[in-house]
């Protein structure tokens, strides 16, 4: 058996969650992966999905009478310029798992299209961004929390499933300047619903009733504040109980919340979060304390900072009338497609057919669909047109913004399959063809 | 008072919303019919005009005396009315979004329901809605922390959440934006700083969240009170900041104590 | 056998985080998103062993899934949907004018359905097509 070359590949990012770790190991042997150090599972699960396999699209697809045929390029990209021209209110959608500069090649083609332009925070942590706009926030970055928090808050967020390395880099085990004695120097809080993975392993587990937590909030600033409540319990929590917890708030030398979906995604989704915002703020004037969203997928937060940085907006950004308009509720993916309002969409870098409701699937299939996915997905596999790009942060370099808005460089650690392109140079070629058929 | 009346009937219901924001008083006052049929309209990203998709008779006059009345199904054309500063607009059916937005003066009737964003940012007139509306009436808009300042909003039916965000009145310029509706959802007067809103009826949770002064009259139920309101004494009446009186047995509640120890903000619940 | 009055939650696991980048169309992902994770006590007056079937309900549509019995109780009264195509055939599309789907929170009722077939998410999602 001949010995196989192993490259090591020291530092790598992780492209598949808001915690970016940092310092993966990435053994490539004959350009495919064969050994991964210090990553999560679901890390590890998506450098080996980058291999060869039976999942992975090698050449453009058009559909024709139901079922896909490989393509060439210049087809594929001059039939996807076609259906974005001829339609009236196209959108483009995704881009929170590729690196900044497609982002904003993405903003450029959407302006060119006068089209709506969309991230995946519109059905994450897009309320978290309109709290920020009406009260702003108090953030930090994760090395702060790691060297000085002594008091850690997960409300609405259960990172043992969703951020898994979080809680041993950042905010729980790790040992840190201020806090040496890792976790027996910190005190750890989570509000739930149920008794989470998270909560099992916090000093104080809370559950709050769900859809409730505004209440609870709101409670605990009016006590924080010293007024004395008529109420013996707030959803579900006994008065006595966020008394206490309202000491420990007090007590502490650094405290952080990190909050999560149980906030964005249960009713009054931004006005949890505002509330929080205006706890963490007011708590300053007892002690050191800020927030930080545990934002999903590895790049959203670049979405939401290419955006600003190009529109003046972070998402739901609608270029109809030939510069860009912000508004939630009405130029947002979920709320459009519900009323059917888009008649196609370029979906980058996302999933929206397995992660929108059922009822914005159902018209997001009436009309034309582009999908740029490596992989086969409930997406593309009812998409007209499918571009295969290459792996951000596996197959090719890039910039990505972590959870608390530091950027750090995407690695290449093997080549792309040789037909499939970086997303940034899909989105370039798609907007020259575009240009070129108006004449442009 | 005889006003010219302008006729618009609907043609044909666009498939997409159609931005109507050259619809008011002011951009048809001192024009020609055949001016008004060429002002610009929105439908998705195609410039069009209100010729194409209305019929337009009768005579617009100047802006005080400028009374346009709108025909067909427009429940899809938003922006009707926006930054009008006086006259009339009469709606004949629901309406889209964004009705009303940013006025000044005059008066809108809608005899139907309105979507969300009705009366946003209002700054005077009036604003009646004969049906239901949807949510961020008279709100403010995204990023601003001043809402509607002035005039008065008449619903009948339901208000959508988050109604009145960001309100404020102003003692000095005797400026009291005023809400009246049938019922509420949740979020009534959020961030409140002195807007006043009389529910009918029932309302919904938060009601007066963050408010720091405002008065918040419910004659109906409310389906859960924020912990952080206050029960002060009942009263038997209530003298709302623009002078109006209500009679009736009211408990008093001071909120939102979230926001400060003591507080000018009351919220009053009918005892039945 | 049924529940009612049951609030259903939907959110991540890292289960459905490891399957889905496993590929979404495969058996691992069902058996990852395809589930309803019930409490202990609840989950005895279903009178099933876990892993049968059974169909979720809600104001917004209704869904068959494997059942399943919580490592993250206890929670009675409260059952949950990991994200994916199963639970957004039950979620509230809903907004409320914020441009968020209000995917935690819905109520809902559950009915055992022994013979029933758990659709993988290719089949599940390709319903949505029809017509």
Known sequence: MSQKKIITHHDVLCPFCGTLCDDLEVDVADNEVVEMRNSCQIGTKKFFSSNPSGHRYLKPQIKEKGSFRDATWDEALDKAADILLKAKRPLLYGFSSTECEAQNVGVELAEYLRAILDNTASVCHGPSLLAIQDVGAPLSTLGEYKNRADLVIFWGSNPVHAHPRHLSRYSDYVRGYFRKDGRNDRFIVVVDPRKTHTAQIADLYIQVKPNEDYELLNAIRAVLRGVELDAKEVSGVPMEEIKKLVEILKKCHFGVIFFGMGLTQSVSHHRNVDTAICLTRELNDHTKFLLTPMRGHYNVAGANQVFTWTTGYAYSIDFSRGYGRYNPGEFSSVDLLMKDEVDATLIVASDPASNFPAGAVRNMFKHPIIAIEPHHTPTSVYADVILPPAFAGIECEGTAYRMDKVPLRLRKVKEAPEECLPDREILERLLEKVKEKEGK | ?272 | MSLNNLILLTGRTINQGVALEGGKNTKENVRAAGICTFDKEDFKKLDCIAGTPVKVTTDYGEVLVYSTITEEGPHPGIIFIPMGPWGNQVVNPDTQGCGTPTFKGMKAKVEVVKDGRVLDAIELIGKLKEA
């Open chain 2, 1 to 272: 008072m005889i006003m010219a009346e302008v006729k618009l009937k609907l043609k044909k219901k666009p498939k997409f919303p159609l931005e109507a924001d050259s619809i008011t008083p002011d951009n048809f006052a001192g024009k020609t019919l055949n001016e008004i049929k060429k002002l610009p309209l929105y439908h998705a990203r195609d410039l069009v005009t209100i010729g194409d998709f209305f019929d337009v008779s009768g005579k617009a006059e100047d802006v005080a005396n400028t009374k346009i009345i709108i025909d067909g199904d427009v429940s899809n054309v938003k922006r009707v009315g926006e930054k009008m500063t006086g006259g009339e607009i009469i709606i004949n059916s629901d309406v889209g979004m964004h009705v009303g937005n940013t006025m000044s003066g005059g008066k809108i009737l809608v005899k139907g329901n309105a979507d969300d964003w009705a009366g946003a940012m209002l700054q005077g007139g009036e604003l009646e809605i004969e049906g239901n509306a949807g949510h961020y009436v008279g709100s403010a808009y995204r990023g601003f922390w001043q809402g509607m300042q002035n005039g008065v909003i008449r619903v009948k039916g339901s208000v959508g959440n988050e109604s009145m965000l960001w309100a404020k009145s102003s003692k000095p310029s005797n400026k009291w934006p005023t809400l009246y509706c049938g019922s509420a959802s949740s979020f009534l007067g959020l961030h409140n700083h002195g807007g006043t809103m009389v529910v009918e009826g029932d309302a919904d949770r938060c009601i007066g969240a963050d408010q720091s002064r405002g008065t918040i009259v419910i004659k109906g139920k409310i389906s859960r009170l924020l912990p952080s309101f206050k029960k002060l004494d009942d009263v038997n009446e209530i003298t709302l900041p623009n002078g109006e009186i209500i009679t009736g047995k009211f408990a008093q509640y001071s909120g939102d104590h979230s926001i400060s120890k003591e507080t000018a903000g009351r919220l009053y619940i009918a005892i039945k």
